[in-house]
């Protein structure tokens, strides 16, 4: 500008020219920032999830800093998931995103068509590192977790594997176990009754139940209604010894609960979140998941409650001296055996039939 | 001219119960039946009845509500009779405590439950102590029955009470000063006059115990699966909606058979005390001999002392639990042993979800209450005046909401409401709070109207009060305490309910017990214990308040006691 005001006038002219030049070029970019504004994500995004401290954790970690980036409205609905399968079976708005859904929940319900599919998903997961193993297009791994050997107390002696966790002479007193589902519970039994762990699948159900007749028959083993039911029968002594959710043990032991764990042959597999079939915002949708997926996001979901990020650069974001506490840490994952969760997707309802007779029995 | 205005004003009411009775009831049980065919058309029912721990579990579930509506009986029973010669204050003060127990969810009281029943609860360390050994109690036959029985008797003694009155007391001072003993007393006077509530109580624990979720759930540690878990096992964990459907609808067959014959028992009863028990009362009379009789009242006095303290502390015990667990700093279910912790009262405080919950949660129960009273003030009416046939159909009718599983239930509203396009919307809830709400509603008040004698109104019919006057002034006053005790019920049966909630409340309403399921399915801790102690703080003002009315009032009469 210092410059057209000394020039002469066809210089000016020039300059005229310029700043014309210019200003088009500021109404094109408004223009252009305006059609990307339109573009851009917008409008509002209705999130189904669980209650209590996970539902916390979604809310301040993800959605709320995912709301205040984009300026979507997001609303979290703690009230997952026993109406869904309903809602979307009568064609209703059942909500956009599912979070916090284990992998073979996922596979289950995107097997019944509750999922909206989209390749975008597979190339979310693949860029951000997640394992090969849980590319899907229906849904994205966010966190790892473990089934693991767990006990009441602080100082009672830590079974260090599951033959050790059938032992009822060596380790005598209460065992809880799941009652929802035979997730982890039949793969626990097996490899205590010697199966080699990389000859468990398919599982020898009979085989699996008659192991845990034994226990049944040995000591009393009570069954737990949901995961909260089960830290809280272990951490008031009700049951001594369980099969626990290792996040959940992460998250008990932060709190001072009287609870220890180990990631000994602990039976690891994920979580994560699917974009609703009905969905009326999908470009917010997969903006979330991708939000989800960022390395400081899954660090700070880390840190508070115990579910290790699936990706490696998410492992590296979290503070090191939390790192060793969660699975997917190099030192635990060495002694852990993954959780086939293609035969749980497709042999889910035949089992979970097999496991409410013997629960019922 | 009179009567054809009465005749013509019952038969709309006739159509008004009838249609809302379709609406409220039919409707969904019609859509839960359609929903568990297949093909062929009774394939899910072949399969359920096929399957071995289908009878296996009802099997468990009757015995299991056998137990508890018994000892809800007995229990009921004595503690009812006590009162009777108890003082006026001790007696409104019992009845008004008991009763607002119910205030406090039962979620909430399920997990003091957890505690006492629990390896650290008061009788596991007592048996500890006395007998050295453990008595766990979490995961058995007894627990649950204890659960239930702390859940249900408040509603057996309100049931049971509302019968006895000034005639009872009144034909009982007679006797006595004829000369008949207390045994004979209690056989020919008490038993006949009570009987038709005594069948009411047993079929209302009977029901609520066999259809129970919540209870056996949380405290039966996986061991004790009762039938309506197994339908929420078929149809959220094996994923298997119509084969659940079709569980619920024979259960509900089966239990709607337990409530038809109880029904038409309990209109046997109202009529004349059959001969044969008079002869066995008679001869039960004869055995006791007359220099035992204080014997007999002093025994009769310790059974019932002792049946209103074990009874106060089934009732009680759990919402002193939840006052201590309230402070427990740590996140687990247990009392607090070192130091007393306000963090979960900061934070439910601090959560503005719960306020705003609270305020919805208010409105709509209040019209569902409302709702469901005015039902049952109807069905209860025309079940009075039906024959036996007539009023075992439409208890029946009244009974089935809580007959039918929840789950079940709410798949069929739920599949009417998109129908109409009310998913979401606070009617929805309130309509089918309502019929939630309408069984318990039914029973106190259809228990009521069993005793009340029409003849006051044909007195007032003849000195010129018209219908409506009729109705206003002196059956709906005569019936007050009773409509109160109904409201109240339906009033927390809609305060409490979940699953339908679930289904229907859709996104945009949020209610205290859907934030209570949310956060206890995840967390199991003392912050729920928080919202209860502050209902149970309510309940006690409340409390406070009706006592120094009734005090002032000067009326000597508790709950029930309606026949002035």
Redesign the interface.
């Known amino acids: 500008m210092m410059n057209c005001r000394s020039q002469t006038e066809s210089s000016m002219n020039f300059c005229r020219h310029w700043i014309v030049a210019g200003l088009t070029a500021v109404a094109l970019a408004t223009m252009t920032a305006q059609s990307f504004a339109e573009d851009a994500l917008s409008g509002e995004l209705?999130v189904i999830g669980?209650?209590?401290?996970?539902?916390d954790a979604m809310r301040e970690i993800v959605i709320e800093p995912f709301a205040a980036e984009t300026g979507v409205e997001v609303?979290y609905?703690?009230?997952c998931c026993?109406?869904i399968?309903?809602?979307i079976e009568?064609?209703?708005f059942a909500?956009d995103v599912a979070v916090g859904l284990d992998v073979g929940g996922l596979l289950?319900w995107s097997g019944?068509g509750y999922f909206m599919a989209d390749e975008r998903l597979v190339d979310l997961a693949k860029g951000a590192g997640v394992p090969d193993i849980y590319y899907h297009p229906a849904m994205v791994i966010t966190n790892l977790y473990a089934y693991v050997v767990a006990a009441h107390g602080t100082d009672t002696p830590l079974p260090t594997n599951w033959a050790e966790f059938f032992d009822i002479e060596s380790f005598p007193g209460t065992r809880v176990?799941m009652?929802?589902?035979p997730v982890a519970t039949l793969e626990a039994a097996l490899l205590a009754d010697g199966v080699a762990p990389d000859a468990l699948y398919p599982l020898d159900v009979n085989r699996a139940l008659k192991k845990l007749d034994a226990l049944r028959s040995e000591t009393?083993v009570?069954?737990?209604?949901?995961p909260?039911?089960l830290?809280?029968?272990l951490?008031?002594?009700?049951a001594d010894y369980a099969i626990a959710y290792s996040n959940r043990m992460f998250a008990?032991a932060k709190?001072?609960?009287p609870v220890t764990f180990s990631y000994d042959q602990g039976l690891s597999t994920g979580n994560g979140h699917g974009i609703l079939t009905g969905t009326r915002n999908p470009r917010a949708a997969v903006a979330l998941l991708a939000f989800a997926l960022r390395p400081d996001v899954l660090a700070a979901m880390a840190e508070r409650t115990g579910l290790s990020p699936s990706t490696a650069a998410g492992v590296d974001a979290v503070r090191p001296e939390m790192r060793d506490l969660l699975p997917a840490s190099e030192k635990s994952q060495a002694s852990q055996i993954p959780l086939n969760t293609n035969y749980w997707g497709e042999h889910r309802?035949s089992v979970?039939?097999a496991w409410?007779?013997w629960?019922?029995? | 001219m009179g009567s054809m205005v009465d005749t013509l004003g019952q038969r709309l009411t006739a159509l008004i119960l009838a249609g809302a009775a379709v609406l409220a009831v039919i409707m969904p049980l019609i859509e839960v039946v359609r929903y568990s065919f297949g093909e062929p058309p009774f394939a899910f029912y072949a399969e359920v009845l096929a399957r071995p721990e289908v009878w296996r579990i009802i099997g468990a579930t009757a015995q299991v509500a056998l137990t508890t509506a018994a000892l809800a009986l007995l229990l009921g029973l004595a503690i009812a009779l006590t009162l009777l010669s108890a003082t006026p204050g001790l007696r409104r003060a019992f009845y008004l405590v008991f009763i607002l127990s119910s205030f406090v969810p039962f979620i909430v009281r399920g997990y003091a439950c957890v505690v006492i029943l629990g390896a650290a609860g008061p009788i596991n360390r007592l048996v500890g102590v006395l007998a050295q050994r453990d008595a766990i109690l979490l995961g058995t036959f007894w627990g649950v029955v204890l659960t239930l029985l702390h859940a249900l008797l408040p509603i057996a003694v309100i049931v049971i009470s509302a019968a006895i009155d000034k005639t009872l007391s009144h034909n009982l001072r007679v006797a006595a000063t004829l000369g008949a003993g207390p045994g004979q007393r209690f056989l020919n006077i008490t038993l006949p006059r009570l009987a038709p509530s005594l069948v009411s109580a047993f079929l209302v624990v009977f029901v609520i115990a066999a259809g129970a979720f919540v209870a056996p759930a949380m405290v039966g540690g996986g061991r004790q699966t009762l039938a309506v878990q197994l339908v929420y096992i078929y149809h959220t964990h094996l994923m298997q909606p119509r084969l659940a459907a079709a569980l619920a609808i024979v259960i509900t067959c089966l239990l709607l058979l337990v409530v038809a014959v109880l029904a038409w028992f309990r209109a046997l009863s109202t009529r004349p005390v059959p001969s044969g028990l008079l002869a066995a009362a008679a001869v039960f009379s004869q055995l006791a001999p007359a220099s035992g009789n204080w014997i007999a009242v002093a025994g009769g006095m310790a059974i019932g002392y002792s049946a209103l303290v074990v009874g106060t502390v089934i009732v009680l015990l759990p919402l002193l639990y939840v006052l201590a667990i309230s402070l427990q700093p740590l996140p687990m279910l247990a009392l607090p042993s070192e130091e007393l912790s306000l963090r979960w009262y900061a934070r439910v405080v601090g959560d503005r979800d719960w306020r705003d919950a609270a305020v919805t949660t208010l409105r709509i129960s209040l019209l569902a209450g409302a709702m469901s009273v005015c039902l049952a003030a109807i069905a209860a009416e025309f079940g009075r005046r039906a024959g036996r046939v007539g009023a075992s159909i439409i208890a029946a009718l009244a009974m089935a909401p809580a007959v039918v599983p929840a789950i079940v239930l709410a798949i069929g509203y739920y599949v009417i409401f998109v129908r109409v396009g009310m998913i979401g919307s606070g009617t929805a809830v309130v309509i089918a709070h309502a019929a939630i709400a309408l069984p318990v509603a039914y029973l106190l008040l259809s228990s009521a109207l069993s005793r009340y004698d029409p003849g006051h109104e044909e007195v007032a019919s003849s000195l010129g009060a018209g219908p409506i006057r009729r109705l206003l002034s002196i059956r709906l006053r005569l019936l007050a305490p009773a409509f109160a005790a109904a409201g109240l019920f339906a009033f927390l049966a809609s305060f409490e309910e979940v699953v339908l909630a679930l289904f229907l409340a859709g996104m945009d309403i949020r209610m205290i017990a859907l934030k209570m399921w949310s956060v206890a399915t995840q967390s199991i801790g003392p912050e729920l214990a928080v919202p209860g102690t502050f209902l149970l703080c309510a309940s006690l003002v409340v409390a406070a308040i009706a006592l120094h009315i009734g005090g002032l009032a000067g009326r000597g009469d508790g709950i029930g006691h309606q026949t002035r």
């Not at chain 1, 009570?222 to 949901?226: G, H, N, P, T």
């Open positions: 209705v669980f209650g209590g401290s996970y539902g609303r609905l703690d009230t026993a109406s399968p309903t809602a009568s064609g209703q909500g289950n019944r176990l009652r929802t589902s009393q009570l069954f737990a209604e949901s909260a039911d830290v809280n029968m951490a008031t002594g009700t008990a709190d001072g609960l309802s979970g039939d409410v007779q629960l019922t029995r």
